[in-house]
């Protein structure tokens, strides 16, 4: 699926709310992930950061993540990537990332995609600069200096 212009910067401003969302978590929160919902069409109607945080520690979302409302689950995946972060590809089937579920009190499916240190040896896409930090790798082998 090619990447229009205006995808491509909405894409952007998503990498930049992920990132501060996540310099945003304190240090009892963990298990970051992204939930997402689906409209009446294959675009997304909502996109959220959640983590663990608090005591006893729960689920709680952190922030919304205006950015990722129109696009779609792939776009989001790309967004993670730019943002340095990494997720699971045990499943590269279709949504094969994602996990459905269906929060307490809510009406509507959801999916998630669970967030990954990127200091984690199964972090994919990424591969180590010379002053031992992680950057993202693109599909043509590049990386891409933000």
Same mark, same amino acid.
């Given at each position: 699926?090619?990447?229009?212009?205006?995808?491509?910067?909405?894409?952007?401003?998503?990498?930049?709310?992920?990132?501060?969302?996540?310099?945003?978590?304190?240090?009892?929160?963990?298990?970051?992930?992204?939930?997402?919902?689906?409209?009446?069409?294959?675009? *997304?109607?909502?996109?959220?950061? @959640?983590?663990?945080?608090?005591? /006893?520690? $729960?689920?709680?979302?952190?922030? %919304? #993540?205006?950015?990722?409302?129109?696009?779609?689950?792939?776009?989001?995946?790309?967004?993670?990537?730019?943002?340095?972060?990494?997720?699971?590809?045990?499943? *590269?089937?279709?949504?094969?990332? @994602?996990?459905?579920?269906?929060? /307490?009190? $809510?009406?509507?499916?959801?999916? %998630? #995609?669970?967030?990954?240190?990127?200091?984690?040896?199964?972090?994919?896409?990424?591969?180590?600069?010379?002053?031992?930090?992680?950057?993202?790798?693109?599909?043509?082998?590049?990386?891409?200096?933000?």
């Amino acid at each position: 699926m090619r990447m229009t212009r205006n995808v491509a910067r909405q894409v952007g401003d998503l990498n930049e709310q992920i990132r501060l969302g996540m310099s945003g978590l304190s240090a009892d929160s963990s298990a970051p992930r992204i939930l997402v919902r689906h409209g009446r069409s294959a675009v *997304l109607d909502a996109c959220e950061l @959640w983590g663990m945080s608090g005591r /006893p520690p $729960s689920l709680r979302r952190l922030c %919304e #993540l205006p950015a990722g409302v129109g696009l779609r689950m792939l776009w989001i995946e790309q967004a993670v990537t730019n943002a340095g972060l990494a997720f699971p590809t045990s499943d *590269l089937g279709l949504r094969g990332r @994602w996990r459905r579920i269906q929060p /307490p009190g $809510s009406p509507t499916v959801w999916f %998630e #995609l669970d967030l990954l240190p990127v200091d984690r040896p199964e972090a994919p896409n990424q591969e180590a600069a010379a002053d031992g930090e992680l950057v993202p790798l693109w599909p043509n082998g590049t990386t891409r200096a933000e």
